[in-house]
C-alpha cells in the first residue's frame, strides 16, 4: 500500500545515460524530501541526491554534480534522476527514500563495456 517503486535501471556503456524513476503511491509524495542513495556491489550505501518537499532545492554528491540532475513531479508523485555521462563507477543499486523513513526496492544500474 504504502511504498516506493524505482524502475529505469538497465545495463549501458560509459558514456551513456539513464533516466530513473520513483513512483510513490500510499501516501502524501508532495509532503516529503526526497534522497537517491545507490549501493555498489560488495560496498556500503552511498547518498547521490536529495530534492526538497517542492522541488526547488536539490544537492548532489560530488562524483555525481554536473552529471546527475535530480526532478520530481508532485502531480505525479514521482522523483526522476537523470544521469548522464556514466561511468562504471556509476555501478549499483540505485534507492530512492521519502524522509529517509520510507525506502523502495531498488532497480539495478550496471555501467559496463
Known amino acids: 500500500e504504502v511504498q516506493l517503486v524505482e524502475s529505469g535501471g538497465g545495463m549501458l556503456q560509459p558514456g551513456g545515460s539513464l533516466r530513473l524513476s520513483c513512483t510513490a503511491s500510499?501516501?502524501?509524495?508532495?509532503?516529503?524530501?526526497m534522497n537517491w542513495v545507490r549501493q555498489a556491489p560488495g560496498k556500503g550505501p552511498e547518498w547521490v541526491s536529495f530534492?526538497?518537499?517542492?522541488?526547488?532545492?536539490?544537492y548532489y554528491t560530488d562524483s555525481v554534480a554536473g552529471r546527475f540532475t535530480v526532478s520530481r513531479d508532485n502531480a505525479k508523485n514521482t522523483m526522476y534522476l537523470q544521469m548522464n555521462d556514466l561511468t562504471p563507477e556509476d555501478t549499483g543499486v540505485y534507492y530512492c527514500?521519502?524522509?529517509?523513513?520510507?525506502w523502495g526496492q531498488g532497480t539495478q544500474v550496471t555501467v559496463s563495456s
Open positions: 527514500s521519502a524522509g529517509s523513513v520510507l
Open positions: 530534492i526538497n518537499s517542492v522541488g526547488d532545492s536539490t
Open positions: 500510499g501516501f502524501t509524495f508532495s509532503g516529503y524530501n
